[in-house]
């Protein structure tokens, strides 16, 4: 039996070649996106994936990992500090995504979680510099908080830009 991972999000055209590493590598992928999500990247790839549309609710995120039983679930959706964004999708994409995930494996077990983040602009006291820095910061507290109280094995990766780099160190976790 295969392998099996769960991405969330959609990360420009990393995500296309995550899928195709993870598919040389014998791993069944399945693709959650937002209900309304429009992702045209992923025309690439759908013919290797399965890709499932995600209302939000944490009742169907739980049985749909009860259904897959994935080994590893990999989280690509953030928004990049050159973005522009509105606060509301800050919150949902970086926030909101993340906790609805950790909280389905509060009662789901051996699914690893990891997280690909940009590394946020911080100072030599490690202050956050920007918002977006001030809530990848946060973040990692919230992962923290997860892995200690509920046991859930987590890791949040930072990207290099480097992509060979970035698929080894997702892929090795």
């Known amino acids: 039996m295969k392998d099996r991972a769960i991405i969330f999000g959609s990360s420009d ?3 296309i070649y995550f899928v195709k590493y993870l598919i040389l590598n ?3 992928v399945y ?3 937002r209900k309304n999500e429009e992702v045209p990247i992923i ?4 013919k290797d994936v399965t890709v499932i549309r995600f209302d939000g609710n944490i009742e169907h995120l739980k049985l749909l990992l009860k259904s897959i039983e994935p080994k590893v679930i990999y989280n690509l959706y953030e928004l990049k500090r050159e973005d522009k964004y509105e606060i509301t999708d800050l919150i949902n994409i970086n926030y909101l995504n993340v906790i609805l995930i950790l909280e389905a494996l509060t009662t789901a077990r051996n699914i ?3 997280n690909l983040v940009s ?3 911080i100072d030599e006291e490690e202050n956050s510099l920007d918002l977006y820095s001030a809530v990848q910061k946060s973040l990692e507290s919230i992962i923290l908080f997860y892995k200690n109280i509920y046991s ?7 990207k290099t830009g480097d ?3 970035d698929l080894g160190k997702l892929y090795s976790l």
Do not use: C, M
């Open 163 to 165: 992509i060979n780099l």
């Open 31 to 33: 693709l959650i996106l």
């Open 112 to 114: 690893k979680f990891i």
């Open 26 to 28: 014998n791993v069944e």
């Open 119 to 121: 590394k946020g602009k």
């Open 43 to 46: 025309n690439d790839i759908e």
């Open 152 to 158: 859930i094995d987590s890791s949040i990766v930072f």
């Open 13 to 15: 055209n990393f995500l």
